[in-house]
């Protein structure tokens, strides 16, 4: 039975729900843990050869998952708290500097709320490469030259994501792309409280079911950080983790549910807010990351 999910940290908790809820050490998988203030917490994941790829269902990499409670409810200092803990675990893939070059991509269809996380969280980048173009600069101690994209999805602009992106980076070349996206979770609790960032890339449209090609370091050229909020979830898999514990055969029951047509992607009824505040919190932690000599968190 495959239960889809875009989260490591779901993956691993699959592997332990199938051992009766007991954590496991995993061969080729190294976890730890930090609280950083009350109702934030970051778990981080590293997938270190192949044997570990195959139980969690990743690539090999680091995983970090940023867990925030009660965000929706429009905490200010809940925010800044999850903000700053996104600016540091970025800051551990993007290590800044005098000459950092980064690109900044908004994966996704800003006029469809759960697959607009990307569009609206890079209208809140501060862009300063073209100052840098006007001034001449080669680059600055306190400001990254940045970059920012929404190359919109395929069934709008007719053009394939990757290839506009691919484009994108021939001009701007980066030293780092960051990609933003939505993803799917098999827990409709993460819809309103998970941020996951990776340094192994994305496959754009993988939340709302509508692969494109990979944006990785293979097909781009340059390193992928990609940050993501899982936003939908597969109805089938809603379905069953909502019974969960009152079917006898949860197999049998996926199978049949599978057999009756396609599956919908199903969203939250507050998703409107959940990318409103999540937007929020991913630009402050970029820009803080990016431009540390005129942001903070």
Same mark, same amino acid.
């Given at each position: ?52 790829? *195959? ?130 979770? *098999? ?24 692969? *494109? ?85």
């Amino acid at each position: 039975m495959k239960i889809r999910t875009d989260l490591a940290i779901e993956g691993k908790e699959i592997l332990e729900e199938e051992n009766k809820g007991k954590k496991i050490e995993i061969k080729g998988v190294e976890v730890d843990e930090d609280q950083y203030d009350e109702g934030v917490k970051v778990t981080r994941i590293k997938i270190t050869d192949e044997n570990g790829s *195959r139980a969690i269902g990743k690539p090999i990499g680091t995983y970090i998952t940023i867990e925030v409670d009660d965000l929706v409810d429009g905490h200010e200092e809940r925010k800044q708290v999850a903000a700053r803990a996104l600016s540091n675990e970025l800051s551990k893939l993007i290590k800044f500097h005098y000459n950092l070059k980064v690109l900044v991509i908004g994966l996704g269809n800003e006029k469809v709320t759960p697959d607009s996380l990307g569009p609206v969280t890079v209208s809140k980048v501060k862009v300063t490469r073209h100052i840098f173009i006007v001034t001449g600069a080669k680059g600055d101690d306190h400001v990254g030259c940045v970059s920012a994209l929404s190359p919109g999805v395929m069934g709008t602009t007719g053009m394939e994501t990757a290839e506009l992106i691919k484009s994108a980076v021939s001009i701007v070349k980066p030293e780092v792309v960051i990609a933003i996206d939505a993803l799917a979770a *098999r827990n409709v609790d993460r819809i309103s409280t998970t941020i996951q960032l990776t340094d192994t890339g994305i496959s754009p449209g993988s939340g709302t079911g509508n692969m *494109r090609k990979d944006l990785t370091e293979r097909t781009l050229g340059t390193k992928v950080v990609a940050i993501g909020v899982p936003t939908v979830i597969d109805s089938t898999t809603l379905i069953l983790d909502n019974l969960e514990g009152y079917l006898k055969d949860p197999r049998g029951a996926y199978e049949h549910i599978s057999k009756k047509g396609e599956s919908m992607i199903v969203t939250t009824s507050d998703i409107d807010q959940v990318i409103l505040n999540f937007s929020e919190v991913i630009a402050n932690g970029i820009n803080s990351t990016l431009h540390p000599g005129i942001y903070s968190t």
